[in-house]
């Protein structure tokens, strides 16, 4: 798929990104996947190329650039069939936050190592009780002495066995009540008090999702990334780049299923022409490939915007990235499988799993409904029915 509209650096990122996702390939994850690992291999070449960072400020080791650098990582990554889901919770949405909001002995201490890959760090907000609607979460912050004690529950969060720290989102007890005031808590991953439990889920990917419990966990003042009464802004400075991120997953997923439909496509001949040139399996291809290409676009715009520093514009735009992005990519998906007729489902051509891992980009990290709710209300200015 021809990128468009891109500079000479971006397109040179790329294809270098692209070089190293293909030197790895699909095989590399099956294998790493079979055998219960993380993709380290791959996470530290990358760290040490530059990728990982790209996003970071240069003072600290990181590349310089913003989002729309690290979507180009991401996205190329997947479409070389390895993508590596912990991009965007560590650099995009940690890193993002901590280069914004955090003091600087925070940035010295985590934005080298998050840069570099040497240090990674999850990221929290999702319950059990409050799911989509993150103005319930519950987990709470309160003061004792110059530390803070934070008690609470999470689920699905990734990562967090081999991240070093996790990023949690709670809110202080006096805004226990009322309309929601995150603040940020860095919590390592041995605090005592803080315990996990992996969550059994159909999906065959080397990155874990943990139900999160915290006990009390008792932090130093320093734990607390940016101002504890900034609220939204701070949280929305990570939620956006991960909206983003999560777009460039789905394209990478989306581009890497179809490029083995068409492989498929043009070789499988069953009456007496390649099944690539009936239009019925040639069309939807090929409609994918468009969809694709428009969330792509979306895409760029939202990381524009949010690298310009237009975070009310950026909001907006990252929804409707995701939502586009996920939503082609599960058509893709699904259209790569049934191209394939039986070997769709078959190990030896691995495009089944994708049916599963593809619906994450439909329900995280805000869902398909979530988003047409947001654009109903903030952009349509229709009332709400919830
Ligand atoms: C693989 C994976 C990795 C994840 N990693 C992380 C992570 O690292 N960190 C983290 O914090 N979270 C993570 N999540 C959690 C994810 O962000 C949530 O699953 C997501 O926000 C949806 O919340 P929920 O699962 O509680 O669904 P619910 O909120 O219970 O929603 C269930 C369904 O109801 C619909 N719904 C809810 N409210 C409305 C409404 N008002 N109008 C219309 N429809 C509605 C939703 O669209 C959805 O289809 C991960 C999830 C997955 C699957």
Same mark, same amino acid.
């Given at each position: 798929m021809a990128p468009t509209l891109e500079s000479e650096e971006h397109k040179a990122l790329r294809s270098a990104v692209s070089a190293l996702g293909t030197r790895y390939g699909r095989e590399y994850l099956t294998t790493v996947v079979k055998e219960g690992r993380h993709p380290h291999e791959l996470w530290s070449e990358a760290g040490k190329l530059g990728y990982l960072g790209v996003n970071l400020p240069e003072e600290y080791g990181g590349g310089g650039g913003g989002i729309a650098e690290l979507s180009i990582v991401l996205e190329e990554l997947g479409a070389a069939g390895?993508?590596?889901?912990?991009l965007v919770v560590s650099p995009a949405i940690c890193g993002t936050v901590i280069a914004r909001f955090g003091t600087d002995a925070q940035k010295h201490r985590w934005l080298p190592a998050l840069a570099d890959g040497t240090r990674t760090m999850a990221f929290g907000i999702t319950e059990p009780d409050a799911g989509s609607n993150s &103005?319930?979460?519950?987990?709470t912050a309160r003061k004792d002495g110059p530390d803070w004690l934070l008690t609470g529950r999470k689920v699905f969060i990734s990562g967090v066995d081999t991240a070093d720290a996790t990023l949690i989102v709670g809110r202080t007890e006096d805004s226990r009540t009322g309309r929601l005031k995150p603040c940020l808590f860095i919590v390592p991953r041995d605090a005592p008090g803080f315990t996990r439990h992996p969550i059994d889920m159909e999906l065959n990917a080397a990155e874990k999702q943990f139900e999160l419990v915290l006990d009390d966990v008792r932090l130093p003042a320093d734990a607390l990334v940016g101002d504890e009464d900034a609220g939204l802004l701070q949280l929305f400075a990570g939620l956006n780049p991960e909206r983003i991120m999560t777009a460039a997953f789905a394209i990478g997923m989306g581009r890497y299923a179809l490029a083995k439909a068409i492989e498929y496509a043009r070789d499988r001949?069953?009456?007496?022409?390649?099944?690539?040139? &009936?239009q019925a399996i040639a069309h939807p291809l090929a409609q994918a490939h468009i969809d694709l290409e428009l969330a792509r676009l979306m895409m760029q715009k939202a990381a524009h915007l949010y690298d310009t520093g237009d975070d009310t514009g950026a909001g907006e735009a990252a929804n409707m990235a995701k939502y586009a992005a996920g939503e082609a990519c599960v058509k893709a998906v699904d259209q790569a499988v049934h191209t394939l007729g039986?070997?769709?489902?078959t190990r030896e051509f691995g495009l089944a799993s994708l049916i599963t891992a593809a619906r994450v980009a439909r329900i995280a990290p805000v869902s398909r409904e979530m988003i047409l709710n947001y654009v109903s209300h903030q952009t349509l200015g229709l009332p709400k029915s919830y």
């Open positions: 390895c993508p590596l889901l912990m &103005h319930r979460i519950t987990t001949s069953v009456w007496n022409t390649p099944i690539g040139a &009936h039986g070997n769709g489902l």
